[in-house]
């Protein structure tokens, strides 16, 4: 059972580089979150989803992108990267119960430059 | 509207000392409540989860928290630190809509 799966683990970026973060789960989670972490701000909602088709914005959405063709999946797109996003990268998920426990992938580290 | 305040950024035990770990939370609903753990580099583990049962939740590594609705509250505590648990620690509170709200963390030094 691999969980919350984040690819790339580390990636560093040039100024207006795009690229995108994979997030994949295997437990047929309806809901699916991005979050970025920086020092002291603990982690911060980018976008979510709640289902295949459904995405919306969170707290910090700005210059970031995401779409949800399938269960599994929830890629975050960065559409021209600024050293502001160099941050820590979390994908999580989780049934759509109250208290349903929510998974956590690895983490991914981006650096721009 | 939900938030949480994690009330120390950082705390300091000596090993076999207790560990307390101050949450407080606000929110429009009873909210489902969350510790989650994150050791250097790593991802985030969940320690335990309160969602409506009882208010003493029991978690991994011999943690538990208490949920107390008249102080909106949920302090983290394990009656004797381990050099292991030397971490991060997030407070997480879930709403109805399923977003969570994370508080900044509490950054655990146990001292040998």
């Known amino acids: 059972n691999a969980g919350v799966t984040q690819t790339p683990k580390f990636q560093v970026l040039k100024t207006g580089q795009s690229m995108t973060l994979q997030c994949a789960q295997d437990?047929?989670?309806?809901?699916m979150s991005w979050y970025r972490q920086d020092p002291g701000m603990g982690l911060r909602l980018i976008h979510y989803s709640v289902g295949a088709g459904i995405t919306d914005q969170g707290e910090v959405p700005n210059g970031y992108n995401v779409s949800r063709s399938t269960t599994e999946d929830f890629p975050l797109r960065l559409l021209s990267a600024a050293p502001s996003q160099t941050s820590v990268y979390f994908c999580a998920s989780s049934g759509t119960g109250a208290g349903n426990t929510i998974y956590f992938g690895e983490g991914s580290w981006l650096t721009v430059v | 509207a939900q938030s949480v305040t994690q009330l120390d950024s950082h705390v300091s035990v000596s090993e076999g000392t207790p560990v307390l770990l101050r949450c407080n939370y606000s929110?429009?609903?009873?909210?489902?409540l969350f510790w989650y753990v994150q050791h250097p580099n790593k991802g985030l583990q969940l320690l335990l989860k309160y969602t409506s049962a009882a208010t003493l939740v029991k978690g991994i590594n011999g943690f538990e928290a208490e949920f107390k609705k008249s102080e909106t509250s949920f302090h983290l505590t394990k009656p004797s630190a381990h050099m292991s648990d030397a971490a991060e620690y997030f407070c997480?509170?879930?709403?109805?809509?399923?977003?969570?709200?994370f508080g900044a963390g509490t950054t655990v030094t146990v001292r040998a």
């Open positions: 997480v509170v879930s709403d109805l809509d399923y977003k969570l709200s």
């Open positions: 929110s429009s609903y009873s909210p489902s």
């Open positions: 437990m047929n989670h309806e809901y």
